[in-house]
């Protein structure tokens, strides 16, 4: 079989809801490198929580923040930082309505407000501390992502905003990335690198900021935990993370023997 480009969401396709990698996601992995497939991690995290999942999985291809900061081999091939004048004028209004925002960089984390309960819950569950509070982190850096705390009826509050999209990620926030950003936009730019059609891409994942990147390459997979949406979206829908799902579909779509 010629390589294909796969690429793979972290949370609830990688990890299993303990945020840990099952045995048979290892070793398939493994198998499809072996086999001379090239593997990317495609996730929404930010480049310093994707490290740990790369050192792991001997990966070195990766595409982050949901497309802003793409890697290949180990190279930067892309990055599409956040505005910071509607950075500016939307911590104006996040203030307003007592919603703390997470400012994301290449290389680390901070957020505007101390212990707030939100914050802590949604930064918990991805197994990570407390960010420190720099309410001025964004002036002069490159900020490729941020965090917004608040509930699914208070985002509407922010579509005046032209210059962003939202992808909600969690019950008590949204991700916020530059407008038209995506992972099919991070996969794109791995395709004007590599001498592959879009027919030779396969990505894999669960929820809502996976549709773009499901829709987009030649065969998009939704886990069998996935959201509704993805799901009707997919070419193909597999086993869910806990019932070894990414094993038994490459194994179904011809990418292992």
Sequence with gaps: MKPKLIFFDIDGTIYDHDKHIPDSTRSAVAALKEAGHHVFIASGRSPFMVRPILEELEIESFISYNGQFVVFEGEVIYKNPLPEDAVARLLK???EGEHPVVFMAEDT???TVPGHP??????????????????????GKEIYQLLLFCRGHEEKAYAAF??????RWHELSTDVLPKGGSKAEGIKRVLERLPYDISDTYAFGDGLNDLEMISFVGTGVAMGNAVPELKAAADFVTKSVDEEGISWAVKELGLLK
């Design 162 to 167: 032209p210059e962003f999209d939202y992808v």
């Design 109 to 111: 984390m901070k957020t």
């Design 118 to 139: 939100h914050v802590t819950e949604g930064i918990g569950s991805l197994k990570a501390p407390y960010p420190e509070v720099d309410e001025t982190f964004y002036k």
């Design 93 to 95: 209004q996040a203030s």
